[in-house]
């Protein structure tokens, strides 16, 4: 999803995009790129592996400033990796999780901002459609997106999934500054992941997390995936906006701009939207794995609606 994505994820649009050249073709599954700027979508709460998890409504904020997100279960735990040519390694998740079903929309963190000082800047996207509420959260750093997720935990009472050393309201507070690693003396510290303490609930999805949430074919604990994120081989249809099944949002004017995120296309196997194409999405995984550098290179997955061809990974 671009924008934030949630698993609860994150995504973005990306209006610098290093690394990563756009096919004119659609395209199964593309290995990851590099962006800078991103729509943000959000992936949400990881669950124990045998949890029976349905498909959820959350509400965050307050009086004026209150909005719900929702989630879907993505299941079948200890799953393998996609084996196909173009898949990976992705998709291999070994616990129950929740992702989210749209792309963050801009309200969103508009009424986060507001609540929680975050200081988040978005796109103006007046020259891309407009800067409608429900349009995708567009323009968003990483860390910018990190931000907004620890927010959703800390405003529940959850941890904090990302480590900044500077909260909203500190003198010198920056929402683009860079996270610092989770270290051993942290509680929820994990030596496999130092991005993510591993006592939130929200948090961006990993690029296995995000993958298996687009592609697998959510038929038991197997290595089954579709080459596109809407349930099929076959490249989905081109559409400006609509939800009916094997569409995606891509091949559109950069003036027509991304889809409401309730309008971006057909649903994945487990019913995310807009995992083909409308933004780019963050996910939290370093370009190059283990995350053990707060400061490189981040993937982003999805494509955007002026690909010329769909982008399902």
């Not at 929702?70 to 799953?79: E, L």
């Not at 010198?172 to 942290?186: E, G, H, K, R, T």
């Not at 959510?218 to 099944?245: K, L, M, W």
């Not at 981040?298 to 982008?311: D, K, S, T």
């Amino acid at each position: 999803m671009g924008e934030i994505p949630i698993v609860s994820g994150l995504s973005l649009y990306n209006f610098a995009c290093a690394h990563y050249k756009l096919s004119q073709e659609p395209t199964k599954k593309p290995m990851k790129p590099m962006m800078t700027v991103a729509a943000f979508g959000l992936a949400l709460g990881m669950m124990a592996a045998n949890a029976q998890i349905v498909s959820t409504t959350d509400t965050f904020g307050s009086g004026a400033n209150t909005f719900t997100m929702d989630f879907v279960t993505v299941g079948n735990p200890g799953n393998a990796n996609d084996s196909g040519p173009n898949g990976g390694p992705f998709g291999g998740v070994a616990s129950t999780y929740r992702m989210g079903t749209y792309e963050v929309r801009r309200d969103m963190a508009v009424k986060a901002n507001a609540v929680g000082n975050l200081g988040i800047t978005l796109a103006d996207m007046m020259s891309s459609g407009g800067n409608c509420a429900n349009r995708p959260a567009t323009g968003v750093s990483w860390n910018e997106a990190a931000r907004f997720v620890n927010w959703l935990n800390t405003s529940k009472g959850y941890s904090a999934a990302y480590k900044f050393t500077l909260q909203p309201g500190d003198v010198s507070y920056n929402a683009n500054s860079n996270i610092v690693l989770w270290d051993p003396l942290d509680v929820g510290y994990n030596p496999n992941n130092r991005f993510r303490n591993s006592n939130a609930f929200y948090f961006l999805p990993s690029e296995g997390e995000w993958y298996k949430a687009a592609c697998h074919k959510n038929d038991g604990v197997t290595a089954n995936y579709f080459d596109y994120a809407t349930g099929s081989d076959t490249a989905p249809t081109a559409v400006a906006s609509g939800t009916t099944a094997g569409t995606a949002v891509y091949n559109q004017a950069s003036a027509t701009g991304p889809a409401d995120v309730t309008l971006a296309g057909g649903l994945s196997p487990y019913g995310t939207m807009g995992q083909n194409g409308n933004v780019w999405e963050w996910s939290e995984s370093g370009f190059t794995a283990p995350n053990d550098s707060s400061s490189e290179d981040r993937a982003r997955r999805g494509g955007y609606w002026f690909n010329a061809g769909p982008q399902a990974a």
